[in-house]
DNA sequence: CGCGAGCTTGATGCCGATCAATGCATGTGG
DNA sequence: CCACATGCATTGATCGGCATCAAGCTCGCG
């Protein structure tokens, strides 16, 4: 890697370790067995920091290790080469980063902590050999990777045909969903995210995802101060991503 | 699954094999061994007729296999609660079908025919089993979820921050390489879609992805006649990818 | 306090959607 | 073989949504 490389922190007070991890139920080990997750334990054994604003990989950069996210938050953006670029994804804690690099063995995307982070280091390989003995491990990497798949076609879509208030309203939904599920808030998100970062993401220019606030704000259905954002009308969000064609 | 089945063809007088496949170095055994492949054979033994207008399988279907297009060419499509449908990709021999239905165990996008084809069916479960035996096997399989990712974040870039023109650029270059990678002429290519699938593809209405033709052809760049296109000047093409921004 | 990054809001223009008419190839039945 | 229907493609005219350009505004921070 050609970037200032994170500290690492290999043992801890608390052993780094998947089985008392408070993300087990969402990350890596979902569904596994006491004895399954200390076969994991032998293989995660190594935590980085990434300070906001730093890379926790580039494109171009030697893939080794996928990364489960612990605290904090990414994105990941791809760039053509006449620099035009996207963000294709926001990553929150549990959620897997680096799938990209496995294909290529060289990462095609960049990863960036939007707020102080830290990830969990699982090498490839030796996720690769452990899920040929553990079938388990092996199904759920699949679903992972598959779901990773689905969640980009419904990108697709979005991108493809809606229009900008409903875009923006079909990301606060899936924000919402997924704090929900990690047991905050779901009316309530504090963004991460630049305008200019989200308005990326949907395709969209920065004035036009706060003008797309502003309305949704106007409407009733949002409380927005700054990056502060209170969904008030949950329903009316979902109607614009589902009966917009009506 | 609800639609009607294709006809299963369980044995024909060259063996159904992936050892005698013509598309060995396209599909699944890329870099196979004889021997890792013999036991692939035992796994991939019946394959799927699919008439021309037909799918193979639809949303919601519930996931058994992966599909390996053995001759012609499908769209596979998703479609939103309200009606909204995006084509998230066009598959040709030597591709997978089917990724998306892993993580759910059911299919979450239609695959269409666009013309008469031929699939070779791979049981999921069996496949997991001798990926477990055959690292090789495994590895593979990785990187070809892994490339589906990256290449569906090329589309992101795509339909974010790319003109009507430049999408249809991007498109037939992307098609034209793929056929030469099948030795197929790269200059030479006869769309098997029509200009709404190619624009569902790409974000755009079909009257949009007509005029980008016509527009391409004034400008000497392609000779588009109906659904056959001649690329005159390949380099505009990569041109108008790249340096778009410039 | 003043600076700067990020956000909001307004005015204008352009690209692509939409609506509509015509053209072209294929197929079907008289 | 021709008349007609059908599905797909092309082309033109008009419209609207989002980009662009530009000007303030807000808030955190040195």
Redesign the pocket.
Known sequence: MTHAMPAVIPIEPFKVACSNCNLRELCLPVGMSNEQMERLDGLVNTRHNVAKGESLFHAGDHFTSLYAVRTGFFKTCVSSEDGRDQVTGFQMAGELLGLDGIGTERHTCDAVALEDAQVCVIPFQQLEELSRELTDLQRHFHRIMSREIVREHGVMLLLGS??????VAAFLLNLTQRLKSRGFSSHSVL?R???????SY??????????????L??DGVLQ????QIDVLDPEALQKLVNGAGC
């Open positions: 809606m229009r900008a208030e409903e875009r963004l995210m630049t305008r200019e970062e989200i308005g949907l395709g969209l220019k920065l004035e036009t995802v706060s003008r797309a606030f502003s309305k704000q106007e927005v101060r700054q990056r």
